[in-house]
């Protein structure tokens, strides 16, 4: 994986390790957008608050974000009015236009440069035009100005689109760098367990009054089972050159679609998603490159990153409290590849729930709602391959192990992992953890590199 252009031209100054023993009134677990801005919001409200990060800051998916902050999530507010009704369309619409003000706000207050730029954005399809059409009246439904219309910059043929107006986009990590300026965060401090107000990282320990689980995939599986209800998908982005600028950030509601958005004169191209651990051979950086071929010939490519995202079953993320089992522990998680406004919704909603205030949509993120109508096909799905990576981790531990891979288990839960050639990585189908082609740890839920002797090269 390459780095991001994001990553290419920001340096955010290291900050040093956890050693010993610290005790604090919030700790946050995680330094990407979600974990920073809850800081940065408690710390504003007078909390006494941590972060621990295992590696760098916005280290995570963060910084392989293509950074669009809007509250077209894709075909969204259509799902939304049919499986919860149009009062929870209409907060959910509310809570992401209300993230995009307050990025602004933060952005003007503080006077961060970081490129923030109010623009439409359009979900489009080659393919579906009754689909858009219903999505447009369901957005406005919800009360967004949005419109479907025929006309799009895009350099291929489409069914129209759906416009949203007064969208934004930004630099992911120059927006980072600026906020989490006097925070007090330890870099490279991995937590491995939290038992009740005690986090045990890798080199100390934390005591805190609170404790807010911002590390993208939580790992503490009970209470709570997060991994029961989401999985993780992956997608790719190109970054090009030399191509016709576009007006406006576009996203496809097909199922192989494409993302556009400009950076200046750079294109960013993304797509080629598959779940994490099932790469299918016309995805990822193969697909991405042949559309880019396709559609824009004579292009340059600069960079190329990847990154994955949470997708609970019933389409809404989970912020606030873990369990009610643990009051004193919060989560954010779940942002289906929408965590740039989603991220902003979590850290106001749980700095509230801190503070005591209250907040408008703490009932509609409550991790602790049941839907199991809208989430239950996916829930099955997720069932099955969750079973079916844990009997084959199970058949590899005890009679595979003369195979050319050893042992090929992921040490969250023991599912067989898969080799993904076009990353180099071993991919975990059934919550997406991630280890480099040595078996150290890239991504969680796991928090423990595995022992992954390759005898054979693979690819
Ligand atoms: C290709 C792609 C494009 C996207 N584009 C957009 C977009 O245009 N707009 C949008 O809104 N969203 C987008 N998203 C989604 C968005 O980027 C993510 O939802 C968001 O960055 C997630 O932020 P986060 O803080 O939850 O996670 P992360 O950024 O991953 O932060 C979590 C942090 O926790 C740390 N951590 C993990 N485990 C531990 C541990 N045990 N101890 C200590 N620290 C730990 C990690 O190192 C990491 O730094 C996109 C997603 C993808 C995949």
Not at 120 to 136: F, G, N, Q, R, V
Not at 151 to 165: D, H, I, M, N, S
Request: glycine letters at 10%.
């Amino acid at each position: 994986m390459g780095d991001s252009i994001w990553s290419q031209t920001t340096e955010i100054p290291p900050r040093r390790v956890l050693e010993g023993e610290v005790e604090t009134e919030v700790a946050v677990i995680g330094a990407g957008m979600a974990g920073i801005l809850t800081a940065y919001f408690l710390e504003r409200a007078g909390r006494q608050v941590i972060v621990l990060e295992a590696g760098r800051i916005a280290g995570g998916q963060t910084k392989n974000t293509t950074a669009k902050i809007t509250s077209q999530h894709g075909r969204i507010y259509s799902k939304l009015i049919k499986d919860f009704g149009r009062q929870k369309a209409v907060l959910y619409a509310r809570a992401n236009e209300d993230a995009i003000a307050e990025y602004e706000k933060i952005v003007k207050e503080n006077n961060i440069s970081c490129h923030f730029e109010r623009l439409p954005a359009y979900l489009y399809s080659t393919t579906d035009k009754k689909a858009l059409k219903e999505e447009a009246k369901a957005a406005a439904l919800a009360g967004i100005h949005a419109y479907f219309t025929e006309e799009t910059a895009l350099p291929f043929k489409t069914q129209g689109a759906v416009c949203f107006e007064h969208q934004a986009q930004f630099h992911p990590l120059e927006f980072m760098q600026a906020i989490a300026g006097d925070l007090t965060i330890y870099e490279h401090t991995r937590v491995l367990r939290v038992k009740g107000h005690t986090i045990v990282t890798d080199r100390g320990r934390v005591r805190a009054g609170q404790i807010i689980f911002a590390a993208h995939y939580p790992f503490a599986d009970i209470p709570g089972f997060y991994f029961f209800r989401q999985h993780q998908m992956r997608s790719y982005v190109l970054a090009l050159r030399k191509v016709q600028p576009i007006q406006g950030m576009y996203y496809s509601m097909d199922q192989t679609g494409l993302s556009l958005r400009m950076e200046g004169d750079i294109l960013l191209l993304g797509g080629g998603s598959h779940r994490t651990g099932k790469a299918e051979p016309d995805t990822g950086y193969i697909f991405l490159r042949r559309m880019a071929q396709k559609y824009f010939p004579g292009h340059q490519e600069i960079a190329c990153w990847s990154a994955q995202d949470c997708m609970p079953h019933d389409g809404i993320p989970f912020i606030g409290n873990y369990s009610l089992l643990r009051p004193y522990w919060y989560i954010e998680t779940g942002f289906q590849k929408w965590g740039m406004t989603t991220s902003m919704v979590a850290a106001r909603l749980v700095t509230d729930l801190i503070c005591g205030v209250k907040n408008p949509y703490e009932k509609l993120f409550s991790p602790q709602r049941l839907h199991i109508k809208a989430g239950f096909p996916a829930l099955i799905e997720d069932v099955g391959i969750s079973i079916s990576g844990l009997l084959k981790g199970l058949f590899n531990r005890f009679f595979a192990r003369s195979g050319p891979v050893l042992p090929g288990r992921c040490s969250h839960m023991g599912c067989k992992l898969e080799w993904n050639g076009q990353e180099q990585s071993w991919d975990c189908p059934c919550h997406g953890s991630r280890f480099d082609a040595e078996g150290k740890l890239i991504d969680n839920p796991a928090v423990q590199s595995v022992p992954c002797k390759i005898k054979e090269h693979l690819n």
